[in-house]
């Protein structure tokens, strides 16, 4: 569903105005910069009102490093957090930049409704209504001199390119080539993309089904449908019947890396662990390429969070896997509290990273993280990665896979423990995929994905 589509489907059955939406959005916006993660905030907001104001809060969110700066500049003293966050949120509905940047996420206002509904929105809540004149004088200031106060900005990196200046230093220096496409990539929504469950149907006849329902889209990847308008999940044909699962095109390509070629025993099905796992994607592409591949697999899947551990019970459930994997609540980084002693053929690590390379998506990572979360994920995945190579057999397999463009976590991870592991050998894999790109080169010629999230694969053979 489209930012316009979701504003408007947020009034059906109950009246709604684009104030009341937008004091949710500054809630949301002002959660996000106090450090909570906007997965748990969304769910708090009324379910009349959340399409819109989700829409909203991901255009808000997207340019908050322009309108944050705007905002300095506009007042004499930092507002109160909420009164910052309603500015904001309306600054980005005004800012000619967010909307020239801007795709069909978010809806267009005139300025003079944009003015009007933030006051409102100013005057309806007790933490914000003594700053209302203030709101208001503000945002008409800067529909006076919004060209002059935009050059006064533009020399903070934030603010021109609306990621912390630390993260625009780290892409430019890890991609130099390519920086600039990987930060605008970011403020785009990404495409619906769909992963067909061929336990269940084929490719080409989803795609069928789809198209009899007037929903357009097209074949990407090896099993993926991309849609051409997002639309809600629930909604679509097969939901309840498994015959699909949400995952981006980068990271379909695990399961095939993980199975492909791997030489499968003839006396007992091969061995897999999918080490932190949640919340099951993958584990669930694994039961299904290795159907696809007539391949008889045991899958484990770990997963160190009880509650999130849950949810790739819950997966496998609704796709009709249930009972074809192993699932078990355990730290990937201590094998001797889950291992049975018996080698796995393949591992798939998908390890715990920065989310640097599916911020179009969560448009509240990048101002979530801190610059010192990185070198602590690096760290986290040292120790894991360590700790699984003693539980796979010789010859076996291991993929190592991160949604990070940072190449702390990529390739130079992937350097730093084959320096450590004389009997490690790196196979050919994709490496780092860079997020709105196409991976039609990088080793998976025959599986060219199109656009997709930012992604690193890298593939090691235990040398016999």
């Not at 957090?81 to 800012?95: G, K, Q, R, V």
């Not at 120790?383 to 699984?388: K, V």
Request: with cysteine; hydrophobic share 45%.
């Amino acid at each position: 569903m489209s930012g316009k589509q979701a504003v408007a489907a947020a009034g059906a059955g109950q009246r709604t105005s684009l104030a009341q939406q937008l004091g949710q959005v500054a809630r949301c916006v002002q959660s996000v910069q106090a450090g909570r993660s906007l997965t748990d905030v969304l769910p708090t907001v009324p379910s009349h009102l959340r399409p819109g104001v989700q829409a909203l809060t991901f255009h808000a969110l997207r340019h908050l490093g322009t309108t944050s700066a705007l905002v300095g500049a506009l007042t004499e003293q930092a507002p109160p957090p909420l009164t910052h966050a309603l500015l904001c949120s309306a600054l980005a509905l005004l800012a000619p930049k967010a909307q020239a940047t801007s795709d069909d996420s978010a809806p267009v206002y005139d300025a003079f409704t944009v003015v009007d509904q933030a006051v409102d929105a100013a005057r309806a809540q007790p933490a914000t209504a003594r700053q209302a004149g203030m709101v208001n004088a503000c945002l008409r200031r800067y529909l006076r001199e919004a060209e002059p106060l935009h050059t006064q900005v533009e020399a903070d990196w934030a603010a021109r390119y609306n990621h912390p200046a630390w993260w625009v230093k780290r892409v430019r220096r890890d991609h130099p080539q390519h920086w600039q496409a990987i930060l605008a990539a970011s403020q785009h929504s990404a495409p619906l993309v769909l992963r067909v469950n061929v336990t269940h149907t084929t490719r080409d006849a989803y795609l069928a089904r789809l198209s009899d329902d007037g929903l357009s889209a097209q074949a990407v990847g090896l099993v993926g449908v991309v849609l051409t308008q997002p639309v809600p999940v629930e909604g679509l044909p097969g939901y309840a019947e498994g015959w699909f699962s949400v995952q981006d095109t980068a990271a379909q390509c695990a399961a095939p890396l993980v199975l492909d070629g791997l030489n499968a025993p003839t006396d007992r099905p091969l061995r897999v662990l999918d080490a932190c796992a949640a919340p099951g994607g993958k584990t669930a592409h694994l039961l299904e390429h290795a159907h696809a591949l007539g391949v008889s697999v045991d899958v484990l899947a770990l997963e160190v969070d009880a509650r999130r551990s849950a949810r790739i019970t819950e997966n496998l459930q609704r796709l009709r896997l249930n009972g074809t994997a192993s699932v078990k609540v355990a730290d990937a980084a201590q094998p001797a509290a889950w291992w049975d002693g018996l080698p796995f053929d393949a591992v798939l690590l998908d390890a715990p990273c920065s989310a640097s390379g599916i911020v179009r998506r969560h448009p509240d990572v990048r101002w979530l993280r801190r610059e010192s979360d990185v070198p602590a994920l690096v760290e986290t995945q040292r120790r894991i990665l360590d700790a699984l190579w003693p539980t796979l057999a010789p010859a076996g397999r291991l993929v190592y896979c991160t949604c990070s463009v940072f190449k702390a976590e990529g390739q130079a991870q992937v350097d730093s423990f084959l320096s450590r592991h004389t009997n490690a050998l790196a196979c050919t894999a994709p490496g780092h995929l860079l997020p709105g790109a196409r991976s039609d080169a990088g080793g998976l010629p025959d599986n060219p994905s199109g656009e997709h999230d930012g992604f690193f694969y890298a593939v090691l053979e235990k040398v016999a």
